[in-house]
């Protein structure tokens, strides 16, 4: 250097800045477009998502005059009993008739009656039983349509032709009179949060699969996060470092990449075939997701404890304290806002694992809300996995709208974690 | 020579102490013996022929040092001589490091410090450390201080914790700053009240000896003047082992003063005699500012 000038030092560094200026742009450039990718990605899937399954919120009713009529129902009086064996199926039928006297045929009739959801007779059976007083008496109600009806309808909005799918010429034209007269509207559809599955899409719904989720969640977060905690205590707080724990850490970490249907095959093996629990159930569910949030919880618990500043365990240790009060007073307390922010993605990422539960029978047609974890039941995700199969065209929008629900659950859990990491994490 | 080793199965006897100067001793750093006073009659800790290792290094070796009551030893010497891990056998804090092995003969009150039979829990309480960076919990400045008590059982009663607190902190001069915030956090206090805050806490389970490793080395000249009067106050009723980087500190504060190098300990003496008339040419060179 000594044989270069100030002046010529100067005039090389300013040769190079230029291209120094150019790269750095680029560098900055080449993050920015990783991040646009990234988000136009989201962008696409959300609005891909939300356009075809905003629809499955709205459901089409039919209105009806309908006349209680004790010959139709074939019942005297009301009460448990009749209410079990009323005909409500006939007075539906009346109505229809009554309302398109033209129809004729067997045919056409039978097109004719599928006009509302095959639903309708269990909401008049319902209307009956909380007024019995209406026995006999003629009032008009609102019947879910059926699920072509809705899909047709839902589609007239966009063009006047519509969407007909299935529904025959004739059908058109008896929603199109109806629509006309104002016998038609969209409601909110609520079925869709009371309801269990059902193989009629104005049926069903994802509350059996909700729950059955929250169900497997809990018994996967009972189990997962003690043990995961206190394994990931041992390892870092008591294990010696040597061959012995260097295996145990490989094998954790080869346990977090392992695909999720092995621990599938596992459980279906070794809870149901070797311990003879239920199949399809919760518990099953759990235990299998518990074996594969493990290694996450693990792992991120132990990257907690490191993150704790050796300085406090000297102090802890200094005054005497024994080892595992360093751990519970000092180290823990500390390390907790990381080993549950761990754990919540861990949940996250069970919430929506479907592959191991289908091994364990989860994928089963099930109506009925769960009431433990012991009960038949399905998750969220799979209930997806389920619908996105059904050849029900309403089933499309309903799979959507899971997903949008799904994918709200996931959106609250990580951002819980996130906000919860920032809350509690110190510095020092 | 009673030894003790730590987690070291494949140990074996080490050599004796002709061999092992023959062996591992530099000629270049001509130590042969610790020169000067090493020993002293009251004697409150006394190590002999203490030699530790990390793993195959050997960072001390063959160190004997008595502490006597309300003294202030200070261990001087340029960085990486082994005072800190000399000091820190004294309450056992090697025993978290991995590899560590400590061997030779230490005791406290003639009660050895290293052994099958010893507890560390009551030994801790009993031989209180106050570290290089301040470190106090994060947690409130009371919880800070109680927290021995609390864990050791020594004061129950809410009122007699208030009273150990209180007693903790004025003698640690902390008192009159922190009186009306102690329930705000530790950490939320200077350099210094941190430091003085993690006296109060040692000196809160009433410890017969306390050890200091560089107390004053991440603070400013006038948070450190405040400590090194607070050493001096505190010299009344405990034993001080106090290892720093500065020799006008070890002037200011020590009786007397251990010089270690390269793992081996040159020369103990009175301070005064250290710093004005060194026996040892070592201690000389590195006084003088030759090396260090």
Same mark, same amino acid.
């Given at each position: 250097m000594s044989d270069l000038t100030q002046a010529q030092v100067r005039e090389r560094i300013a040769r190079r800045l230029a291209s120094r200026h150019r790269k750095e742009k680029l560098f900055r450039g080449l993050g920015i477009a990783s991040i646009a990718f990234?988000?136009?990605?989201?962008?696409?899937?959300?609005? #891909?998502?939300?356009?075809?399954?905003?629809?499955?919120?709205?459901?089409?009713?039919?209105?009806?005059?309908?006349?209680? #009529?004790?010959?139709?129902?074939?019942? /005297?009086?009301?009460?448990?009993?009749?209410?079990?064996?009323?005909?409500?199926?006939?007075?539906?039928?009346?109505?229809?008739?009554?309302?398109?006297?033209?129809?004729?045929?067997?045919?056409?009739?039978?097109?004719?009656?599928?006009?509302?959801?095959?639903g309708a007779p269990f909401t008049l059976r319902e209307r009956l039983q909380a007024n019995p007083q209406l026995l006999g008496k003629t009032e008009k109600v609102w019947f879910a349509a059926d699920d072509d009806v809705d899909t047709f309808v839902k589609s007239l909005d966009d063009s006047a032709e519509g969407f007909r799918g299935r529904t025959s010429e004739q059908m058109a034209a008896w929603v199109q009179s109806l629509r006309a007269s104002g016998e038609l509207k969209k409601r909110f559809n609520t079925t869709f949060f009371t309801n269990g599955d059902s193989r009629e899409p104005e049926q069903a719904g994802i509350r059996a699969a909700l729950v059955g989720s929250l169900l497997t969640l809990m018994v996967t977060l009972a189990l997962s996060f003690p043990i995961g905690v206190a394994a990931a205590i041992y390892l870092e707080e008591y294990a010696p470092k040597n061959r012995w724990t260097d295996l145990i850490e490989v094998n954790i970490n080869n346990l977090a990449a392992v695909p999720s249907i092995v621990f599938g095959l596992l459980g279906l093996a070794i809870f149901i075939n070797f311990f003879e629990l239920p199949r399809s159930a919760p518990l099953v569910? !759990?235990?299998?997701?518990?074996?594969?949030?493990?290694?996450?919880i693990i792992i991120s618990s132990r990257a907690a404890l490191k993150s704790v500043p050796p300085s406090i365990r000297e102090a802890a240790m200094g005054m005497g304290a024994s080892r595992m009060q360093v751990v519970l007073h000092h180290v823990l307390p500390l390390a907790m806002p990381g080993m549950l922010t761990g754990a919540i993605i861990g949940m996250a990422q069970a919430l929506g694992?479907?592959?191991?539960?289908?091994?364990? !029978?989860?994928?089963?047609?099930?109506?009925?809300?769960?009431? !433990?974890?012991? /009960?038949?039941?399905?998750?969220?995700?799979?209930?997806?996995?389920?619908?996105?199969?059904?050849?029900?065209?309403?089933?499309?929008?309903?799979?959507?709208?899971?997903?949008?629900?799904?994918?709200?659950?996931?959106?609250?859990?990580?951002?819980?974690?996130?906000?919860?990491r920032k809350k509690l994490e110190r510095r020092w | 020579m009673n030894t003790m080793t730590l987690d070291a199965p494949g140990y074996s006897e080490p050599a004796s102490p002709q061999t092992l100067e023959k062996e591992?001793?530099?000629?270049?750093?001509?130590?042969?013996?610790?020169?000067?006073?090493? $020993?002293?009659? +009251?004697?409150?800790?006394?190590?002999? +022929?203490?030699?530790?290792?990390?793993?195959?290094?050997q960072a001390i070796h063959n160190v004997s040092l008595d502490i006597g009551r309300n003294e202030v030893v200070a261990m001087i010497g340029p960085s990486g001589c082994g005072k800190s891990t000399f000091l820190r056998c004294l309450n056992r804090m090697n025993d978290t490091i991995e590899g560590c092995?400590?061997?030779?003969?230490?005791? %406290?009150?003639?009660?050895?410090?290293?052994?099958?039979?010893?507890?560390?829990?009551? %030994?801790?309480?009993?031989?209180?450390?106050?570290?290089?960076?301040?470190?106090?919990?994060?947690?409130?400045?009371?919880e800070n201080v109680a927290y021995g008590p609390k864990i050791h059982g020594i004061g129950s009663r809410r009122a007699e914790l208030d009273e150990?607190?209180? +007693?903790?902190?004025r003698r640690a001069g902390l008192w009159n700053e922190v009186k009306d915030r102690l329930d705000k956090p530790g950490t939320g206090l200077s350099g210094g009240q941190q430091q003085r805050l993690c006296i109060a806490r040692a000196i809160a389970v009433s410890p017969e000896v306390i050890l200091m490793?560089?107390?004053?080395?991440?603070?400013?000249? &006038?948070?450190?003047?405040? &400590?090194?009067?607070? &050493?001096?106050? %505190?010299?009344?009723?405990?034993?001080?082992?106090?290892?720093?980087?500065?020799?006008?500190?070890?002037?200011?504060?020590?009786?007397?003063?251990?010089? $270690?190098? %390269?793992?081996?300990?040159?020369?103990?003496?009175?301070?005064?005699?250290? $710093?004005t008339n060194p026996e040892h040419e070592l201690t000389e060179a590195y006084i003088t500012g030759r090396f260090g």
């Amino acid at each position: 250097m000594s044989d270069l000038t100030q002046a010529q030092v100067r005039e090389r560094i300013a040769r190079r800045l230029a291209s120094r200026h150019r790269k750095e742009k680029l560098f900055r450039g080449l993050g920015i477009a990783s991040i646009a990718f990234g988000v136009m990605a989201v962008l696409l899937l959300f609005s #891909d998502i939300i356009s075809k399954g905003s629809g499955a919120f709205v459901q089409t009713d039919v209105q009806l005059q309908v006349t209680y #009529d004790p010959a139709l129902l074939g019942i /005297d009086e009301v009460n448990a009993e009749t209410l079990i064996w009323a005909n409500f199926t006939a007075v539906i039928r009346e109505a229809l008739r009554a309302r398109f006297p033209e129809v004729s045929g067997r045919s056409e009739k039978r097109e004719l009656y599928s006009l509302v959801s095959s639903g309708a007779p269990f909401t008049l059976r319902e209307r009956l039983q909380a007024n019995p007083q209406l026995l006999g008496k003629t009032e008009k109600v609102w019947f879910a349509a059926d699920d072509d009806v809705d899909t047709f309808v839902k589609s007239l909005d966009d063009s006047a032709e519509g969407f007909r799918g299935r529904t025959s010429e004739q059908m058109a034209a008896w929603v199109q009179s109806l629509r006309a007269s104002g016998e038609l509207k969209k409601r909110f559809n609520t079925t869709f949060f009371t309801n269990g599955d059902s193989r009629e899409p104005e049926q069903a719904g994802i509350r059996a699969a909700l729950v059955g989720s929250l169900l497997t969640l809990m018994v996967t977060l009972a189990l997962s996060f003690p043990i995961g905690v206190a394994a990931a205590i041992y390892l870092e707080e008591y294990a010696p470092k040597n061959r012995w724990t260097d295996l145990i850490e490989v094998n954790i970490n080869n346990l977090a990449a392992v695909p999720s249907i092995v621990f599938g095959l596992l459980g279906l093996a070794i809870f149901i075939n070797f311990f003879e629990l239920p199949r399809s159930a919760p518990l099953v569910g !759990g235990l299998v997701l518990t074996l594969m949030t493990l290694p996450t919880i693990i792992i991120s618990s132990r990257a907690a404890l490191k993150s704790v500043p050796p300085s406090i365990r000297e102090a802890a240790m200094g005054m005497g304290a024994s080892r595992m009060q360093v751990v519970l007073h000092h180290v823990l307390p500390l390390a907790m806002p990381g080993m549950l922010t761990g754990a919540i993605i861990g949940m996250a990422q069970a919430l929506g694992e479907t592959a191991p539960l289908l091994m364990i !029978g989860m994928v089963a047609f099930i109506v009925d809300v769960p009431s !433990g974890i012991t /009960d038949p039941a399905t998750v969220l995700p799979v209930q997806i996995f389920l619908w996105a199969d059904s050849p029900e065209r309403a089933f499309v929008e309903r799979t959507s709208a899971a997903i949008m629900v799904l994918l709200s659950f996931l959106i609250v859990m990580n951002t819980s974690a996130v906000l919860l990491r920032k809350k509690l994490e110190r510095r020092w | 020579m009673n030894t003790m080793t730590l987690d070291a199965p494949g140990y074996s006897e080490p050599a004796s102490p002709q061999t092992l100067e023959k062996e591992t001793v530099d000629t270049r750093t001509k130590v042969r013996e610790t020169v000067g006073t090493p $020993f002293c009659d +009251n004697a409150k800790l006394k190590m002999r +022929n203490v030699n530790v290792f990390y793993n195959e290094t050997q960072a001390i070796h063959n160190v004997s040092l008595d502490i006597g009551r309300n003294e202030v030893v200070a261990m001087i010497g340029p960085s990486g001589c082994g005072k800190s891990t000399f000091l820190r056998c004294l309450n056992r804090m090697n025993d978290t490091i991995e590899g560590c092995r400590v061997e030779g003969d230490l005791t %406290l009150d003639d009660e050895p410090i290293y052994g099958p039979k010893v507890d560390v829990v009551p %030994l801790r309480a009993r031989v209180g450390m106050v570290f290089q960076k301040p470190n106090p919990f994060p947690k409130t400045i009371y919880e800070n201080v109680a927290y021995g008590p609390k864990i050791h059982g020594i004061g129950s009663r809410r009122a007699e914790l208030d009273e150990i607190v209180e +007693n903790s902190l004025r003698r640690a001069g902390l008192w009159n700053e922190v009186k009306d915030r102690l329930d705000k956090p530790g950490t939320g206090l200077s350099g210094g009240q941190q430091q003085r805050l993690c006296i109060a806490r040692a000196i809160a389970v009433s410890p017969e000896v306390i050890l200091m490793d560089e107390p004053c080395s991440a603070l400013d000249p &006038i948070a450190t003047a405040r &400590i090194e009067e607070l &050493i001096d106050e %505190l010299r009344k009723n405990y034993t001080i082992a106090i290892v720093t980087h500065s020799m006008q500190q070890a002037a200011r504060v020590s009786q007397r003063t251990a010089y $270690f190098h %390269l793992g081996h300990l040159v020369e103990v003496n009175d301070t005064e005699t250290v $710093f004005t008339n060194p026996e040892h040419e070592l201690t000389e060179a590195y006084i003088t500012g030759r090396f260090g």
